[in-house]
């Protein structure tokens, strides 16, 4: 684990606004149950079958969610820079996590370990900002599965790389095609075939 800069700190803080705000007294307070660890490319921040014991807060980087069925990885979901990552059930339940949470890049982690949340928890300073936090943090997560296991039921394998176009321009970008393809529910040769499609209509 490494010592944190200024403008990580700052930059850590901005990405917590929407969910908590922090005054001078509690963000001294908060600071101190936190960390950074930098990860390689291809390194586990969870692992199926192990519990995960970290929440984090990409601050730079990229990271895969994925499970292994039949021997195959499937990926679920990506996080980048700015936005969170944790084996959440594990993280909440302390049982064996199910999935694979692996760096696609090298990869810096804001982490507060399960120890140190229940301690802010506990702080009379920061237990009621902390409890919001993680209440509006398990609405965040709630909306994100629901929205992913409704486009599945509701929308094609075009319509689903069409609304990545629109919010996952990230994932287009930075992530290997079988990842994408897999992403989202098909083969890269009905990627490639839907990309092709698309070109041709905006021609």
């Given amino acids: 684990m490494d010592a944190l800069t200024s403008a990580q700190l700052n930059a850590f803080r ?10 001078e007294a509690e ?7 936190i960390s950074i660890k930098s990860y390689k490319k291809k390194q586990f921040f969870a692992e199926a079958g192990k519990v995960c ?18 021997g ?24 064996p996590g199910i999935n694979y949470i692996q760096a696609l890049e090298p990869t810096q982690i804001i982490l507060i ?3 140190d949340m229940e301690l802010v928890l ?10 919001r936090f993680g209440r509006l943090l398990a609405e965040h997560y709630l909306i ?33 095609q079988h990842y994408i393809a897999n992403f989202l529910g098909i083969t890269p040769v009905s990627l490639s075939r839907i990309r092709k499609r698309i070109l041709v209509d905006h021609k």
């Fill in 14 to 23: 901005k990405g917590l606004e929407p969910y908590v705000i922090f005054n």
């Fill in 27 to 33: 963000w001294i307070v908060f600071i101190q149950h």
């Fill in 53 to 70: 014991n970290y929440f984090g807060f990409v601050l730079a980087g990229s990271v895969r969610y994925y499970h292994i069925i039949n």
């Fill in 72 to 95: 195959n990885d499937i990926t679920g979901y990506f996080s980048f820079e700015n936005e969170f990552v944790s084996s959440y059930k594990s993280f909440l339940t302390g049982e």
């Fill in 113 to 115: 370990s399960k120890k």
């Fill in 122 to 131: 506990a702080n009379p300073m920061l237990a009621y900002k902390m409890e």
């Fill in 144 to 176: 994100c599965y629901e929205d992913r296991i409704t486009s599945f039921i509701t929308q094609t394998p075009e319509e689903r790389y069409l609304k990545l176009l629109e919010t996952g321009r990230d994932i287009l970008q930075r992530m290997p």
